[in-house]
């Protein structure tokens, strides 16, 4: 790597990680620390656990801060250097404006591949682990009576391979009953069964499903319905309630792909996913907005009128707040079926990447 893409890099750290620890502070000051007081006053919980939720958020919160972080790092690297006319000089050594914001574009492919790192690693589950401690507090040792979005997935250990898999909408602890079933059992890795029930229920200490129908899978051919039942003793899966409850996530509590296997299965289904597939392309369309933003704020850096990082801080939130504005009514706009999700959720990383590439083909003029 050349000494310039060094320097920038170093111009870059510092402001990024001022962002992170400024922007992680506001959102910590503004919802986490009213929810933990929240947790202290009207529960009584104690400090230790107080201090544990914490840090389980915490990842949560400064992974938020990356994309908005990215931008403000830009904006001062490069107003710093303008106003120091070390952009000048670069340009009349022969580097153009184009060549400068190379190492920056790079910055931002990183930045957005961490953010998803983090957010398919480490977020769902202190996601997870922060539900079931601020419930095992509240309930003594219980989850939540109703969860939405169950999968249960069975492996066999020997042949370590895919044994059965579990879905279920919604599932109810206090009547232990599952909505809108679906169950698929594997052979060898190959789908030959399935089955579908508007319900189940435990019942004589097994599961029952009621009100759906049978499928076999012959090889390399359609499924074919075998059976309509109103009731089916569903002894293949050996999960108690109880264990069942314990494989239930919410939506955030779930990784990208787990999110598109639920995708799947609702679409065979026919059911809307509208909402599930914006979700979905927002795991990785907002961790993108990081080289969006990283393309929009090298050229924003050299506006005139700069007095500093307090410019670049102001410039810093005007941008993200129109952005998740945008970000907003695009998803609003996709789960409704107005427009398709994908574009819903990629709408505002469309527009201010035109706009990046705008402003930086005019900062080459």
């Not at 060094?6 to 400024?22: K, S």
């Not at 190959?190 to 899978?217: C, H, I, M, P």
């Not at 309630?241 to 999110?259: F, G």
Request: glycine share 8%; hydrophobic share 45%.
């Amino acid at each position: 790597m050349k000494r310039l893409d060094w320097y920038i890099l170093t111009e870059l750290i510092g402001p990024f990680l001022f962002g992170v620890a400024a922007f992680s502070s506001i959102m910590i000051g503004s919802s986490l620390v009213s929810e933990l007081a929240n947790y202290m006053i009207e529960w009584d919980m104690p400090i230790d656990l107080i201090g544990k939720i914490f840090m389980l958020k915490l990842p949560g919160v400064i992974v938020l801060t990356f994309p908005m972080s990215t931008l403000l790092a830009t904006l001062l690297a490069f107003g710093r250097m303008s106003g120091s006319s070390e952009i000048i000089a670069f340009k009349a050594g022969g580097v153009s404006f184009y060549r400068m914001v190379i190492p920056v574009l790079i910055v931002g492919i990183l930045v957005s591949g961490l953010t998803i790192y983090i957010n398919e690693r480490v977020v769902p589950f202190t996601v997870f682990e922060t539900r079931r401690l601020v419930t095992e507090f509240r309930y003594q040792d219980t989850l939540p009576t109703t969860q939405d979005y169950l999968k249960v997935t069975q492996i066999d250990k020997k042949k370590k391979s895919l044994d059965y898999e579990l879905w279920a909408d919604r599932f109810n602890g206090d009547t232990m009953t599952l909505s809108q079933v679906y169950f698929y059992d594997y052979e060898e890795k190959r789908l030959t069964f399935s089955v579908q029930a508007k319900e189940a229920k435990w019942l004589n200490d097994q599961w029952v499903f009621f009100d759906g129908k049978a499928y076999s899978y012959p090889k390399d051919d359609k499924p074919v319905m075998i059976a309509e039942f109103e009731e089916y003793d569903m002894k293949r899966i050996d999960r108690t309630p109880n264990q069942i409850s314990k494989n239930a996530k919410r939506i955030d509590e779930m990784t990208a792909e787990e999110l598109a296997d639920l995708i799947r299965i609702y679409e065979k289904d026919g059911k809307n996913v509208d909402k599930l597939v914006v979700k979905y392309h927002q795991r990785f369309s907002i961790p993108f907005s990081c080289l969006i933003f990283a393309l929009v704020g090298a050229p924003l850096g050299l506006q005139p009128n700069r007095s500093g990082s307090s410019i670049g801080l102001g410039i810093s939130i005007v941008v993200i707040f129109i952005y998740y504005v945008v970000l907003t009514t695009g998803g609003a706009l996709g789960q409704a079926g107005v427009i398709l999700p994908v574009l819903g959720a990629w709408t505002p990383n469309l527009i201010f990447g035109i706009l990046g590439i705008s402003l930086n083909y005019k900062a080459c003029r």
